[in-house]
């Protein structure tokens, strides 16, 4: 790049007379800088970056003076501004001075929701506080410390808001905080249960707080140990899992949980190990009563009978589930009676879902509106493990989890893209961090209309994803594009394959997350005994690729002057390659983008095969080059119609359009997927829309 005037141009140009010349000889044009000559046309960032670049030269900058708080420098070595804030620690184990240090032990204060439940606890060797015993020590939700978060930066003169309301993760809510001459500890988003369902599942409880757990013991480089709070509430011990409630107790006192080193105590007493952080820009609370701290809780919605005696849930034997369409001609006040005399919470469901749609969520009937009806209904039925229900209420409430959007910020920093909508429908591409209100607006409008419990189930597929690819990323090797309808269409057909009386909503939280790890984990045994049209629908419906699969895309494009086509969607050779680079990540989502308009996932992984074979094809013979576009769809019917025939003549089995066949058939192998598409590809060939460059070939030297 050349300085014209001492300004840097923003960019350079082909001038329109000389296109046609650049497209056919590459290079061959004169690249004009764009117009420098006015204000208008300063690239200030680029000019900015020129003279810092100058005076650095020169010696009449220093590097310091760029980066006061030396964030260029190991944690360990940059200043220590201020011991009101938590800073990185300063290792002496090792070179590496960011790392998690090996002997790290993570604090646990156990809060009991009530005193009777803390008696309970103690009962069975569990020591615990309630919230008036940590006093004057205040516990608060990660909602209070978001809007505490709010009071950052804002500056009326500069127009700063603030920061945004976006709640914490685990990391943040394992520090103790001085605010306004208080102190307070935050129990993290996982005991949060305003506004969601999860909690309502003990054992996905327990198997995110072990996550939480790992994260910390693998992420934490602060000064100071973390303290994680945990929040125990009266509903935890209820049903059947009380006992695998007790053994994570239990594990906390041994002082190891799956191999993390824990020390349960008074958090009176970890205060002095743990990590302070001041929040010197809230001077005071402006408003009192939006910051409540959690409370005690006096009247609990049941009784103990004693203190060994634990509630448990009766069974319900009614599970009705109504015709629909007979119920849409039913009157408003047929369906209410029809609602009181019901026993079944399907059919409770499916009554409150009509009235909600004809009536709306204000209506009253006998003094309760439909929209606290349903928040009734969420409890019953989570109280008694009906999933479907639970999920179906919960859509119709419009609920959303407080920690999706951390969840979406962690899978987009490991450099995944995100889609959000129903398998076979519309889907909207998520590539930045956006606010909880908007996601609500985008999985409601993408989700309601097609699958009313995808709008809910997506988001604990989300949660699941965010924490299980911050520990496990490897499991998400060649997947560029999370499509969650696409995944939760790879869940259906795993587990139509085990049992297909089961449907996905029926499924408890934990076995949804189950599932979910089981289709991204290969377990080679369980992967060697599906189908070839199985794994095709598995890895498509996952968007997965192989390791070099897109560089393999470039290198046929750089050979194919017409583009490659697919399902009805070009991609240009130019200006594709005149504009990205081969591993530009924004090619590699041009591909998904094309790869996108496919429909079937068996038949996407397919086209992701032939896409290898003409890639090895050419890549063996450097000479050939397509003369005219690749019809990728074209070379797959060719070799559908080529095992159509071999099939007839050697079986005896009569053609279909069904391509379900040729899917299932393994690729590797004699008279397999991957030579019938060779052959369709080398009957282009002949066929003329390969060429043989004979430049090279015949060039003397």
Known sequence: YSISGLLLPQYFFIPADQIDRERSRPGSADRIPSDVGSTKGIFLWGQSVYFISQLLVKDLLNVNDLDPIRRHLPASERPKVNSRYSSFQRAHFGKESEITPPDLVLQVVLIAESSRLQQLLATYGIQTQTPHQVEPIQIWS????SRAYEYLGINKKLGLTGRPKRPFGVLSTSKIYRVCGATVLCYPLLFEVVDFYMAQDISIVIDDLKNDLAFLSKCWKLAGRPTFCMLIRENNIRGKNFSEFLELLAQFKSGDVDGIRVRVGRLQTLISSACIEHLDFLTTLPDQSIFQPFQESNHGRFSFKSLTDIPTVLELADDTVLNEQELKVKATWDLIQMFKGAESLTAQNQILKLLLYREGPNYHFEGVPLSRRLE??????????????????????????????????????????????????????????????????ILYSKCMAHDTCQAVLQQELILAIGKHIATSPDAYDGILKIRIGWFVRAMEMELEQEDEHVKIESLSPYQVKQLLL????????????????????????????????????WEILERTPGGIKVAGYLLPQQPTLSDMTMQELNFSLLVEQMLSKIVDPAYRQLMVEAFMVVSTILRRNPELVFHQSVNMDRAIQDAFEEFQKDRSRLDGHEKQDDMRCFFNTMPNVKHGTTSYIIKAVVKNLLDGDIKVSMEDMCCIS
Do not use: M
């Not at 009906?386 to 989890?401: D, I, P, T, Y």
């Not at 080679?524 to 560089?551: C, H, I, M, N, W």
């Open 376 to 441: 009734q209904l969420v409890a019953k039925a989570g109280l008694h493990k009906r999933w479907e229900v639970v999920r179906c209420c919960s859509a119709l409430l419009h609920k959303l989890v407080d920690s999706l959007a951390p969840s979406i910020t962690s899978i987009l920093v490991r450099g995944k893209h995100l889609t959000v909508g129903v398998f076979g429908h519309e889907e909207e591409v998520l590539d930045k961090p956006v606010s909880p209100n908007e996601i609500k607006n």
């Open 518 to 553: 089981s289709i991204l984990v290969h377990r080679s045994d369980e992967y060697d005994l599906r189908t070839p049209l199985q794994r095709r629908q598995l890895d498509g419906a996952l968007s997965r690729v192989p390791k070099d699969f897109y560089e393999r895309v």
């Open 142 to 145: 990660p909602k209070e410390l």
